[in-house]
Every structure is written in structure tokens, then in C-alpha cells.
């Protein structure tokens, strides 16, 4: 089983999404959210697959704008329509925890990193490093056994028990990360561009993208908000 190692958050979960809501999925991931109406009042929707939308997205405003009230709906809709088997997140929250206080506790929650630890970004990026050797591992073990077959985490977990979640990296606000950690940018980047087939999904949210978003993250396939 592929499911990320609780290393930053210890707590024992409370709370299960499918205690909130009655259309809660157990047996496949959805990673479509409704976000709104657009102007002839048809529903917009998003999806973070790759066939559609792609799976990452950067989310930028100024002070107040709703960065993090938009981040918590996101949030909030990914888990009450997926199991924690097949969908995960760790919030790197650079607030103090106020924006991820909310989320600590379902069982999606694989971990928090805030800006009152120091230490905690060094051993995120070795464990998702190690969790990204991991998932290639189990799919070349199925390509190995199922050699026709699209080397991706959905394609996998259509096949085996144990499944391999998609796991959502959420960062706010990046450019504190950026100052403060500047030498796991890379990392970070690389971890987005190989995750791709390996359900790793990073969401940025910042104030001002122009001179903080650097020109690899832009060439990625990233969904844009403003």
C-alpha cells in the first residue's frame, strides 16, 4: 500500500467524509469540482485529471481576494467525494496553521507543514521523494505483469487491491515557501512534473504571481486562477 507516511501530524483522525456526505465514492477517485456559474448560468467545472484540465493549478490575489476560502472549498469538495484510500493531501500552510487548522483532522489529511517549523520541509521532501520511488515502482511492477497497459496511477488501482491515492501538495502562500526554503524549489518542481501519471497534484496559491512563479512552473500543464 501506497499511502503517505503521517510524519508531520500524529493525531489520531476524527472526522470521515463519508459521515458528511451521502454520495460519499469508495470505489473510484473523482477529481472534478464545481466551482461556480459562468455567465449564461451553466456550471463551471474543473478536473484535475490529465486528460482534462491537468493536475495542478495556481491560485493568485491580493490580501483578502479569497485565496484561502477558495483553497478550503477545493479542499472541502475533494474530500466528501473520495475516499481517503484513493485521494490524499498535505497542506504546506505558511498562516500559522489558520488556513489548514480546518482539515486536520479527516483521514484524507497525510500531513501539515507550517511556517513555525523548521524542520518540517526537510523531511517532507525526502518522504515525498521516497513516496515518488515508491509509486514508480509499483507501476513498473504492473507494466511488468500487465506490459499493454498505460503506465498510470488510475490504470493501477483499476487492477489491485491496494490502491495508490492521488495526493494533493496545496501551498499557501508560495512565496513565503520560496524565501524561506529556496533550496527545495527545485524538488518541489520536479516532484509535479515527474508525478504526473503518479497522482501527484501540486496547488499553489500566491499574491503576486510575476517575478515569484518561475518560468518552470509556468511551463507546466497548471490550471490558472485569478
Same mark, same amino acid.
Given at each position: 500500500?501506497?499511502?503517505?507516511?503521517?510524519?508531520?501530524?500524529?493525531?489520531?483522525?476524527?472526522?470521515?467524509?463519508? !459521515?458528511?456526505?451521502?454520495?460519499?465514492?469508495?470505489?473510484?477517485?473523482?477529481?472534478?469540482? $464545481? *466551482?461556480?456559474?459562468? !455567465?449564461?448560468?451553466?456550471?463551471?467545472?474543473?478536473? #484535475?485529471?490529465?486528460?482534462?484540465?491537468?493536475?495542478?493549478?495556481?491560485?493568485?490575489?491580493?490580501?483578502?481576494?479569497?485565496?484561502?476560502? @477558495?483553497?478550503?472549498?477545493?479542499?472541502?469538495?475533494?474530500?466528501?467525494?473520495?475516499?481517503?484510500?484513493?485521494?490524499?493531501?498535505?497542506?504546506?500552510?505558511? $498562516? %500559522?496553521?489558520? #488556513?489548514?487548522?480546518?482539515?486536520?483532522?479527516?483521514?484524507?489529511? &497525510?500531513?501539515?507543514?507550517?511556517?513555525?517549523?523548521?524542520?518540517?520541509?526537510?523531511? #517532507?521532501?525526502?518522504?515525498?521523494?521516497?513516496?515518488?520511488?515508491?509509486?514508480?515502482?509499483? =507501476?513498473?511492477?504492473? *507494466?511488468?505483469?500487465?506490459?499493454? $497497459?498505460?503506465? /498510470?496511477?488510475?490504470?493501477?488501482?483499476?487492477?489491485?487491491? !491496494?490502491?495508490?491515492? /492521488?495526493?494533493?501538495?496545496?501551498?499557501?502562500?508560495?512565496?513565503?515557501?520560496?524565501?524561506? #526554503?529556496?533550496? /527545495?524549489?527545485?524538488?518541489?518542481?520536479?516532484? &509535479?512534473?515527474? %508525478?504526473?501519471?503518479?497522482?501527484?497534484?501540486?496547488?499553489?496559491?500566491?499574491?503576486?504571481? =510575476?517575478?515569484?512563479?518561475? !518560468?518552470?512552473? @509556468?511551463? *507546466?500543464?497548471?490550471?490558472?486562477?485569478?
Amino acid at each position: 500500500n501506497s499511502q503517505f507516511n503521517r510524519i508531520f501530524y500524529q493525531n489520531k483522525p476524527t472526522y470521515r467524509a463519508d !459521515d458528511l456526505h451521502p454520495d460519499f465514492k469508495h470505489d473510484s477517485v473523482c477529481l472534478k469540482v $464545481k *466551482m461556480g456559474l459562468d !455567465d449564461n448560468q451553466e456550471i463551471i467545472t474543473i478536473d #484535475f485529471s490529465e486528460k482534462a484540465h491537468g493536475p495542478h493549478a495556481l491560485v493568485a490575489g491580493t490580501t483578502g481576494s479569497g485565496k484561502s476560502q @477558495w483553497l478550503s472549498y477545493l479542499l472541502m469538495m475533494l474530500i466528501v467525494q473520495n475516499s481517503p484510500e484513493y485521494l490524499q493531501y498535505i497542506l504546506i500552510d505558511f $498562516k %500559522g496553521e489558520a #488556513f489548514g487548522q480546518a482539515f486536520l483532522k479527516f483521514d484524507h489529511c &497525510a500531513g501539515i507543514i507550517s511556517n513555525l517549523e523548521e524542520n518540517a520541509m526537510n523531511r #517532507f521532501v525526502l518522504s515525498m521523494e521516497s513516496e515518488i520511488k515508491q509509486r514508480q515502482l509499483l =507501476l513498473k511492477k504492473m *507494466m511488468s505483469e500487465y506490459p499493454t $497497459k498505460l503506465s /498510470h496511477i488510475d490504470v493501477y488501482n483499476e487492477i489491485y487491491q !491496494d490502491k495508490i491515492s /492521488h495526493l494533493f501538495v496545496i501551498v499557501d502562500e508560495f512565496a513565503q515557501l520560496k524565501s524561506r #526554503f529556496s533550496q /527545495h524549489l527545485h524538488s518541489l518542481i520536479e516532484m &509535479a512534473r515527474i %508525478g504526473r501519471s503518479l497522482g501527484i497534484h501540486l496547488i499553489l496559491s500566491t499574491q503576486k504571481p =510575476l517575478g515569484i512563479v518561475d !518560468d518552470q512552473i @509556468w511551463l *507546466m500543464p497548471i490550471l490558472k486562477f485569478v
